[in-house]
């Protein structure tokens, strides 16, 4: 799997946008990122996934880079409800088995 | 769509009894299941792959006669930890892989995971 590195936290206001970012120097060209998000004690969300372009859909953006190197999620307007740990996965192309890294927990203050 | 449930969402047992924990793909069916484990404050850790009518294949460190997982049907994978010990307390998570219609690859989806208490 191509390694991720994200910030282990970040806060932001509710109502702002979230923007979580994710870097995957290492992906390699048929490989996609997946976007997780994790609420305590239960299981991970599906949250978004792309392979080279942009892609919406109605929970949040994700914005790949050119280079596909990096990546960011970006939550448009953060709840309380949004607090959670995120996780960035790029699994190995055809195996789609998922080595979860640390994640970034998301503190959406009031 | 593409709901995963476990059963039973929490479960407590003696040292050395066995417990099963099941997974179902509600809505689609899935030729292949995940089992995780997850520890406090820790991420989750990939335990095997399951996969329809044929063996599962275990990551590295983890005891395939201790963790015997099933795939009878496209709809239900189990996991028994057998002779459990405090040890093997833990959050279990399964996730079931389908494809969206604009998906374009496959995307796992997850249960909501089972605690496991060892006394």
């Known amino acids: 799997d191509a390694k991720t590195t994200q910030p282990p936290s970040m806060d932001c206001a509710e109502g702002r946008a979230a923007n979580l970012p994710c870097n995957h120097s290492?992906?390699?060209?048929?490989?996609?990122v997946y976007w997780y998000r994790q609420i305590h004690s239960q299981g991970p969300q599906y949250i978004i996934h792309?392979?080279?372009n942009n892609e919406t859909n109605e929970m949040a953006s994700l914005i790949i880079t050119e280079d596909r190197k990096s990546s960011t999620l970006i939550l448009p307007h953060a709840t309380l409800r949004d607090t959670a740990v995120y996780y960035c996965?790029?699994?190995?192309?055809?195996?789609?088995?998922?080595?979860f890294g640390s994640g970034t927990k998301l503190n959406v203050k009031p | 769509g593409a709901v995963v449930s476990q059963h039973p969402s929490r479960v407590i047992c003696k040292s050395g009894t066995s417990v099963k924990i099941e997974c179902r793909s509600l809505?689609?069916?899935?030729?292949?299941m995940f089992w995780y484990r997850q520890f406090p404050k820790q991420s989750l850790m990939l335990m095997a792959t399951?996969?329809?009518?044929?063996?599962?294949?275990?990551e590295q460190g983890v005891e395939k006669d201790k963790f015997l997982i099933n795939h009878a049907s496209l709809t239900l994978s189990t996991l028994t930890v057998t002779s459990a010990h405090p040890e093997d307390s833990s959050f279990y998570i399964c996730?079931?892989?389908?494809?969206?219609?604009?998906?374009?690859?496959?995307?796992?989806?997850f249960g909501p995971g089972t605690r496991l208490t060892v006394l």
């Open positions: 399951s996969n329809e009518g044929s063996k599962a294949t275990y």
């Open positions: 792309g392979l080279k």
């Open positions: 809505d689609f069916q899935a030729t292949t």
């Open positions: 996965i790029v699994p190995r192309y055809n195996f789609n088995k998922f080595y």
């Open positions: 996730s079931a892989e389908a494809r969206l219609a604009s998906g374009g690859t496959d995307t796992q989806y």
């Open positions: 290492t992906i390699s060209g048929n490989e996609y």
